[in-house]
């Protein structure tokens, strides 16, 4: 999936994204064996009809009205002979034919033609409003009925009037039925409600719910289409009002909608600009998503539309940057397709439905696919696959960073999706391996979770399989026994995003994060979060929702996506979804592959085939938070955003020279530095100061001496067990761990301290130290035990320097490939965890020691240095803690074995650029060189 069928919930809670339409396509039930009505004849005759009845013709004249209609039929029926590139016939799916007709295409004229119309249906509306018709009206109301035989069209002046509440319950979802909520989107005060889910014939598991080409009474697209155009015409005889008022932003709503007839009286009776851009009182950052009306038109890939609103001028330029109407509609991926191009703006596109791709994971340099066995995954595939074309934009972000502006301007405005390659660390992919998942809780791989043939069964009338399967079954591909032919999956929200993200502290967002563009894009408070893993073959039938990120972290995924014009919803597998739509012009492909993030805009039909086992996460954008014209969920209000300043561990500084006479050490002060404000409670009163003792810095020969002259009162040593079962002991606590135990106010009351150390000097400590630890006892670095990875055959007490050197290179080698930097295990390049490795916040750095439970504020009050201590005494420590008076020198303790001094081990490239990536921020934190 992209996201997971769950998506299309979202309009329910304000979430979902741009819903739009097509005008003009009235579908007959496949039941009546004909083929569709799908002609502006048709629909002309039906506005004549209308017309009749409204000026009190005579029934006969009607009848012969209707005759000539069906003559009407029977001349257009020679054209099915030639079967439309868009009619679909595959699994007995609803028959469509999304095609423009000649008559259709000659109604888009120029404004001057347009004004001198006396045929539309609003002029007609309001030229036939009798007195009877007028006193039908109950002005009086809150909530009026615009349409006499349709309830669910409605004209909204009071949101407190109780029939509103009444509607609101009258349409809601029905789960039972199978049906969404109602769209989120209206033209101000003129309100359908129009599900965004109905059963199509036959049911969800034979058809598909294409949502603007409804053939089903009285959920048709046509309806929805006449209603706004009534309502229009009725706000013109109520008395003004600002309620009533006909405004600039009702322009961009009605294209957003894809709604044609209200945008020709927009535009011709109202004069509205297709270029004005909405002027709501929102936020300023918030206006980099507003489109005008064209760009919103494009967006949902409305060719009609877009030939209303420029009177058929492609040259007519529509955004800061210069370019036109052509430009958007020739970009690689623009929803409107290169058919729907020619034939409806007569704009020639290349089709881009065989782009080759940028090499990526699981990639070879000739752009094959390779076998992707890294994750210890089942790979294996029942059917081979191997494209790597895809119809839009995929992009290398190992050289080319997509930047805020480059994806307003290119992709979210011009509404294209969009491949980032190679956009997510080598280590957030392992964090999805099977090694990785071995050692999580609920995404164990012998889990059991519920599964079915699509992500969420229950929203399209299937059944979930009626056992629970593990995650090992799945990737075996395990059948269920009542649908043993099937691929199993399943999907589901956050719950377990602390285990699968801990290495960001369960935010996906973080700076080094793949999500890291959700943030930078956007910002956020929250965002429709969804995991998701599956068997070969399983995946995410034919579905739509707000705009969404998706990362593949194992496997292959296959793409069939479909511009908002052309979206569905099914229950079918994803199989027979593909073959309904694979071979239509409005459908694109794309293969993504690990690590690639990929980004689908709102609304945009979209299906998934995994290939070999799989496993992805998936964000949707909520539209509440974003300016999305004629949106009006619940949640429609704009609220600010608090924007959190988020330290990047990845981050390399140019690290000054210590011989630099111009290096100012203040104006280089990270985040990490500031103090964090907040407090919690506390179990003990006071605590007389709290010693952070960070491994390999001298701190056992300090711990020493203050229980050598600090009584139990003054020095506080405890070990204790927290809820999730970790032993702590204040001999190795984080700053992180003491806040823990015993809250924000006993921390700052006390006096806390650390010692640092040079990152190089403390590496070649660690080193020395554990080879000695496990010359003396073997035992505890045998076969699993050694999770430090000590080299223990390749040195030795008569080992020469030349042998020692060497060993610790490989030893940091080793370190590197096994915990790298943002592994759930990269704590151990530094230090055994000592029950913190409980905390995310706990890496191989001095630093991640010091923070708070953020991970972005140093929260410790005084950072001595190793080399200070043994050259300054304890002068400085003694002044803070009194029982330290008499210790005016410190005592090795804990000593290791003599090696050679650490600057020798900086004469090696591989070595000091892991030094450099690993340790950055304490090189840059505490103020130390490279050597």
Not at 414 to 432: C, D, K, Q, T
């Amino acid at each position: 999936m992209a996201a997971d069928l769950e998506g299309v919930t979202h309009g329910v809670n304000g979430s979902s994204g741009v819903h739009l339409h097509r005008r003009h396509h009235d579908l007959k039930s496949p039941k009546s064996n004909g083929n569709m009505l799908l002609g502006e004849q048709i629909d002309q005759k039906k506005t004549t009809t209308r017309q009749l009845l409204c000026s009190g013709k005579g029934s006969t004249q009607l009848l012969l009205l209707l005759l000539a209609a069906v003559l009407l039929f029977n001349l257009i029926m020679p054209d099915a002979a030639n079967p439309d590139p868009v009619n679909n016939t595959n699994n007995n799916a609803t028959k469509m034919n999304f095609d423009q007709s000649k008559s259709e295409q000659s109604r888009i004229t120029s404004t001057d033609n347009k004004e001198k119309r006396r045929d539309s249906p609003i002029e007609i509306l309001a030229s036939n409003k009798g007195e009877e018709e007028e006193e039908a009206y109950d002005t009086e109301r809150g909530v009026i009925d615009v349409m006499s035989n349709d309830p669910r069209c409605k004209l909204i002046l009071s949101a407190s009037d109780p029939a509103l509440a009444k509607a609101e319950r009258d349409y809601a979802r029905n789960k039972e039925k199978g049906t969404g909520p109602d769209e989120s989107f209206s033209l101000s005060p003129c309100h359908y409600y129009y599900p965004n889910r109905v059963v199509p014939e036959g049911g969800y598991l034979k058809n598909i719910d294409w949502y603007l080409f409804r053939p089903v009474e009285p959920n048709t697209s046509l309806q929805r289409e006449e209603c706004f155009v009534e309502c229009l015409a009725l706000m013109e005889t109520l008395d003004d009002s600002p309620i009533t008022e006909v405004t600039h932003d009702m322009l961009a709503a009605a294209a957003t909608m894809g709604l044609q007839n209200a945008t020709r009286v927009l535009v011709n009776k109202y004069k509205l600009d297709p270029l004005y851009l909405p002027n709501f009182e929102v936020e300023e950052e918030l206006r980099k998503f507003q489109p005008n009306a064209i760009q919103a038109a494009i967006m949902g890939g409305y060719a009609e539309v877009v030939k209303i609103l420029t009177s058929s001028n492609m040259e007519l330029v529509i955004d800061s940057h210069g370019r036109t109407v052509k430009d958007y509609v020739q970009m690689p991926g623009s929803p409107i397709r290169p058919y729907y191009a020619q034939k409806v703006l007569g704009i020639t596109v290349d089709d881009n439905k065989g782009q080759s791709s940028p090499v990526g994971e699981g990639m070879d340099e000739s752009g094959s696919i390779t076998d992707n066995s890294d994750s210890g995954w089942n790979s294996a595939e029942s059917v081979p696959y191997s494209d790597t074309t895809c119809g839009f934009d995929v992009i290398d972000t190992t050289d080319n960073d997509v930047s805020l502006d480059d994806f307003l301007k290119n992709y979210y405005l011009p509404g294209r999706p969009l491949v980032m390659r190679n956009h997510v660390s080598e280590a957030e992919i392992n964090s999805f391996s099977k090694r990785s998942w071995s050692k999580l809780d609920h995404f164990h791989p012998t889990s059991e979770f519920n599964v079915g043939v699509t992500a969420y069964p229950n929203l399209t009338q299937q059944k979930k399989c009626s056992r629970k399967m593990t995650i090992e079954q799945l990737e075996k591909d395990e059948r269920c026994a009542e649908m043993k032919d099937l691929h199993m999956m399943h999907a589901e929200h956050d719950q377990g995003f602390d285990e699968v993200y801990a290495m960001y502290d369960g935010d996906p967002t973080s700076s080094r994060s793949g999500f890291r563009k959700l943030k930078e894009y956007f910002d956020f408070a929250n965002y429709g979060w969804q995991i998701f893993f599956g068997s070969d073959g399983s995946g995410a039938t034919l579905h739509w929702h707000a705009a969404a990120f998706n990362i593949l972290y194992v496997g292959k995924k296959e793409w069939r996506i479909t511009p908002p014009q052309y979206r569905g919803f099914t229950g079918m597998t994803a199989q027979q979804a593909k073959a309904n739509i694979e071979n239509k012009p409005y459908t694109l492909k794309c293969t993504q592959l690990p690590g690639d993030l990929i980004y689908i805009p709102d609304h945009w039909g979209h299906m998934t085939i995994n290939h070999g086992f799989g496993i992805g996460v998936a964000a949707i954008v909520p539209a509440k938070d974003r300016f999305v014209p004629g949106y009006t969920g619940k949640e429609a209000k704009r609220k600010k955003r608090k924007v959190v300043e988020d330290a990047n561990t990845n981050y390399k500084p140019q690290l000054p020279r210590a011989d630099d006479p111009t290096h100012d050490k203040s104006d280089l002060e990270h985040p990490a530095l500031r103090h964090h404000p907040t407090s919690k409670g506390s179990e003990r009163n006071t605590i007389p100061f709290f010693f952070v003792h960070i491994n390999k810095t001298g701190g056992t020969s300090l711990i020493s001496m203050l229980g050598e002259h600090c009584t139990r009162d003054e020095y506080v040593r405890e070990r204790w067990e927290t809820d999730s079962g970790y032993n702590h002991r204040s001999f190795h606590s984080t700053a992180h761990s003491y806040l823990e135990r015993h809250g924000q106010q006993v921390w700052d009351q006390a006096y806390t301290f650390a010692v640092v150390r040079h990152p190089l000097a403390r590496q070649v400590s660690n080193f020395f130290f554990l080879v000695s630890t496990c010359e003396n006892n073997k035992n505890k670095c045998e076969g699993d035990r050694n999770d430090r990875l000590i080299p223990t055959n390749k040195i030795s007490a008569s080992s020469t320097e030349e042998e020692k050197i060497g060993a610790f290179h490989d030893w940091m080698w080793n370190l590197y490939q096994a915990y790298p930097p943002g592994s759930p295990e990269h704590y151990l390049f530094g230090s055994k965890g000592h029950g913190n490795e409980e905390y995310s916040t706990m890496n191989a750095t001095q630093t991640s020691w010091l923070v708070d439970e953020t991970g972005q504020d140093i929260v410790v009050k005084t950072i001595l240095k190793l080399e200070q201590l043994s050259n300054n005494g304890m002068k400085e420590l003694s002044q803070a803690i009194p029982c330290l008076a008499k210790a005016h020198t410190m005592i090795a303790k804990n000593q290791t074995p003599k090696y050679p001094h650490y600057s020798k081990f900086a004469n090696n490239d591989r070595t000091n650029k892991i030094m450099q990536e690993v340790f950055t921020l304490d090189y840059y934190n505490f103020g130390y060189d490279l050597i």
